[in-house]
């Protein structure tokens, strides 16, 4: 057994979530377009060039230079390209799906702790649907900045900066590992 600070009968139960998460056919499925896309060059050479433009953005924007609209409008071109290929656009819906199914085991762990017993189905939904709520008009759980981001849009599906400050505009939705397209993350 591994040097964790689980018990066994713990440590057994996580062998078996971890199993059965590995067999569910939603991971199963979000692996398999996962692959697809790593084997195929051009499809990861895209999105390689646009994750390493957006990134040039983002440092430019952080050192203080606003990028430019031909360089916004540069970026959104290759966006838009990654998203027309089917295998980066199935890469990027993959990932979000296992990064959905991880948060919602991960909401009922924590609820488990919060609680002291399991939570119902219905209280999950609830406090996930309360977390997007709180995120959609500027809560706590938002992250990142989004200096870019004009009247509200991120420049991307599911993407909207939902509070503007004194600090600028913070994008709420449809983050997922620099999955913004907002020349900030």
């Not at 060039?49 to 430019?68: D, I, Q, T, W």
Request: include cysteine.
């Amino acid at each position: 057994m591994a040097n964790t600070s689980l018990t066994p009968e713990l440590s057994a139960l996580a062998i078996n979530l971890a199993s059965a998460f590995a067999q569910c056919q939603k991971v199963v499925a979000a692996k398999a377009r996962i692959g697809l896309f790593y084997q195929n060059q051009e499809a990861t050479d895209l999105f390689r060039r646009v994750s390493e433009y957006g990134e040039s953005l983002r440092e430019k924007s952080m050192a203080g230079m606003h990028p430019s609209e031909e360089e916004i409008a540069k970026f959104d071109e290759m966006r838009r390209n990654v998203v027309a290929n089917p295998l980066c656009s199935g890469f990027l819906e993959a990932r979000q799906e296992i990064d959905e199914l991880l948060a919602t085991v991960n909401q009922y762990l924590c609820m488990a702790v919060e609680h002291g017993c399991a939570p119902t189905d219905e209280e999950v939904a609830a406090a996930m649907n309360r977390q997007m709520q709180a995120c959609s008009c500027g809560g706590d759980h938002c992250s990142g900045d989004c200096g870019d981001c004009d009247h509200g849009d991120c420049h991307g599906e599911g993407h909207h900066c939902c509070h503007e400050g004194e600090e600028g505009h913070h994008c709420c939705h449809g983050h997922g590992d620099g999955e913004c397209h907002c020349h900030e993350h």
